[in-house]
């Protein structure tokens, strides 16, 4: 066996690892599920251990330590007459009770007509959850509390910064080869065993000065010793919190807060402090902006040095930060106006409707559609992908404080009202129900079971609640096939403002120039930096409204083994070993200035809708996945529609222009996972002769 063949085998393992801790917490939850179905036959009075047992799959011994209440009179009367006086009686088999698994609350049962006969005695045993079943949307609640959601948070708004972002030196390292780049000169590095504390010992023995990020451009130091955790998250948390002998952990400083490691299997950050010097350096993955291939520390350098340049064709004070949404925010609040409606800066909403808003508005379409509702055998598959698509919804955004639309005031308005509201700026809880006579996929987000989990029924005459925003309502109303029946519960309706044009049109404009120079630049390795810069804008615009949703904050620390009644009650353990336990935490919302979930919803729900239908009105025709043949839809991802046809869709090099992506002929097995489509996806694109930029 040869080095490759022993890393390839290594990977391989590691897969194997995976799908068998997951299949063991599968297998754990189900045991669960079946034990607490026990529980609940156990109380029914005429329950019979002989019948539960073996519909369970278990020995009646183990069904009774499950249930004593089951356990059978013979065997209980056997055990107490075969007692000799004096003797201790025997501990009957039922007392091997399992730990007590708390019941879920019971949902509220509908009125049942009054009976004229004694009505039995009520049972409260709480109704069985599937672990299935969906979970359920929050709601507005009545009267003054829901009218205090609508007041925004006191003393909070976005407005524009009174300073200058200050450059940090920046370096690039391979830690494959130990290429250094900083500015125009290479170094070669000793990087012993690639642990924080060697990357930091040789960065600064080459560079006296020092340098306040390192990007890592290759080699994932951080997965070192990945074949010896079960996830890679586990790695990634022990090689931030080895030993740093002369460094400690960062705890922020000045404006930056910024403070301790993030842990991220892919793209960790590791946040350092000199112990004898105000010196504080970030390790960071370049993966955070651009994928690579191959790219050499030169030309990531370039990239970001033809990065930098563009944006201050636009912004005289731009400054790449560590991020991509660092550093797609801090534009942003550069264009917040002076004058005008909102000189004063924009309000950020109530915690309780932030709160809201995070949990019933998801992010891209993620879908794979499977046999029978598509063929088990496939012509091809073709890959389309609308090109920088976020940055086609954000000519106008929801502004100030929304107006709450109860199901009375909407079903007193006009038609023409009502249409107006539907297709503003709005986030509705609605009732839905598919035609009869549907035949094509779903259009409109259903919760589904899971943390933050969406479906997308198709099923004719399927009802559901969800919630969803303008754009989704407004397609599902007017589609080209049947329009569907929406029923309006309640809603928010915000005014109609432009905050985020600005900033997108600066980076359209951005990436429109890197774009065509990266396809006219004569030198290969200019053309690839231009390249890799407009891949880096995208990141700046879709990483910047990412950031706009300002999810719940999740805190990571660590606590020794001989404390561990120290940890936070609240908290969940996610890793260990001899000395450290390392955990986790939610801490709610902080007070983000430039925390707008409503922006972020409106454009997520636009781009799910233009994966629908979307109108080219210079070519006057339409693009998306109702204009395709029903059944040939195969996945939706984000931003990306996988087809069993070749559709003659405009592409003008213009955001949300369906690009194609990838193109492999068939016949096809259907993909039946997501591993599965992508195997395919990875073929179609390598298969595609012609591939143009994106």
């Known amino acids: 066996m040869d080095a490759q063949s022993y890393n390839t085998a290594l990977a391989e393992l590691r897969t194997l690892r995976d799908e068998i801790k997951k299949t063991r917490s599968r297998l754990a939850k189900l045991e669960a599920s079946r034990d607490k179905q026990v529980a609940q036959l156990a109380v029914y009075e005429k329950a019979k251990a002989e019948r539960i047992a073996p519909a369970a799959g278990l020995s009646v011994a183990q069904l009774v330590a499950l249930a004593p209440t089951l356990a059978p009179a013979t065997l209980t009367t056997r055990d107490a007459t075969t007692a000799s006086p004096g003797d201790n009686p025997p501990e009957p088999l039922h007392q091997k009770t399992a730990p007590h698994t708390p019941e879920p609350p019971s949902a509220p049962a509908a009125a049942e007509p009054q009976a004229t006969t004694p009505a039995p005695e009520p049972d409260n045993t709480p109704a069985p959850v599937p672990d299935d079943a969906p979970r ?302 549907w035949n094509h996929i779903g259009l409109l987000p259903a919760p589904a079971p899971g943390d933050r989990a969406w479906h997308y029924p198709a099923e004719p005459g399927t009802t559901f609640t969800t919630w969803a925003g303008g754009p989704e309502i407004h397609t599902a109303l007017t589609n080209p096939l049947t329009p569907w029946k929406i029923e309006i519960l309640d809603g928010l309706l915000w005014e109609e403002g432009k905050p985020l044009d600005d900033w997108a049109r600066k980076l359209k404009e951005t990436w429109t120039n890197l774009s065509a120079q990266a396809r006219l630049q004569g030198n290969p390795q200019q053309a690839r930096a231009a390249h890799l810069a407009s891949r880096a804008v995208r990141s700046i615009l879709l990483y910047g409204i990412g950031s706009f949703a300002q999810r719940p904050r999740m805190v990571t620390g660590t606590t020794p083994r001989t404390l561990e009644r120290d940890i936070p009650t609240d908290a969940e353990i996610i890793s260990f070993d001899d000395q450290t336990i390392t955990w986790q935490r939610p801490t709610g919302f902080t007070r983000d200035p430039n925390a707008h979930p409503e922006w972020a919803a409106a454009i997520w729900s636009g781009a799910r809708a233009a994966l629908l239908t979307q109108r080219h009105r210079d070519d006057d025709t339409y693009a998306g996945a109702l204009h395709t043949q029903p059944g040939s839809v195969i996945a939706f991802r984000t931003d990306a529609l996988y087809l069993t046809h070749i559709q003659n869709w405009p592409h003008h090099q213009q955001p949300g222009d369906y690009l194609l992506r990838g193109h492999l002929t068939g016949p096809l097995t259907a993909p039946n996972t997501e591993e599965e489509l992508l195997t395919l996806r990875n073929a179609g694109r390598a298969a595609l002769t012609t591939t143009p930029d994106a």
């Open 136 to 437: 359920t949307l929050p709601c507005l609640p009545d009267g003054e509390a829901g009218d205090a959601w609508l007041t925004p948070t006191a003393n909070l708004a976005s407005t524009r910064p009174n300073f200058t972002q200050q450059a940090r030196s920046t370096v690039f390292l391979d830690t494959t080869t130990g290429v250094l780049v900083h500015r125009n000169q290479t170094h070669h590095l000793d990087l012993g065993t690639r642990t924080a504390a060697d990357i930091l010992h040789a960065v600064f023995n080459a560079l006296p000065e020092g340098a306040e990020r390192i990007y890592i451009t290759a080699g994932d130091p951080w997965h070192r010793e990945a074949d010896r955790h079960p996830y890679l998250r586990d790695a990634v948390t022990t090689w931030l919190n080895a030993p740093t002998p002369g460094w400690r952990t960062d705890t922020g400083r000045g404006r930056d807060r910024m403070a301790g490691h993030f842990v991220h299997a892919r793209n960790p950050v590791g946040r350092y402090q000199h112990e004898n010097s105000e010196h504080h350096v970030e390790i960071r993955s370049v993966g955070e902006w651009f994928d690579l291939d191959g790219d050499d520390p030169h030309t990531v350098r370039d990239a970001f040095v033809l990065l930098w340049q563009s944006l201050r064709r636009h912004w005289s004070d731009a400054v790449i930060m560590g991020s991509p949404s660092q550093t797609g925010r801090d534009l942003w609040t550069r264009t917040i106006p002076t004058r005008g409606q909102w000189a004063d800066g924009y309000p950020v909403l109530s915690e309780e409707l932030r709160g809201l808003l995070h949990a019933t508005a998801g992010q891209g379409r993620n879908e794979l559609i499977t046999p029978p509702r598509v063929p088990s055998q496939l012509p091809r598959l073709v890959e389309y992908d609308r090109t920088f698509a976020y940055a086609k919804h954000t000519w106008k955004s929801p502004v100030g404080t929304p107006r709450r639309i109860t199901a009375h005031t909407f079903a007193t308005w006009s038609h023409k009202e009502q249409q107006r509201a539907l297709y503003g700026c709005g986030h509705w809880h609605v009732r839905v129900t598919v035609p009869d006579t």
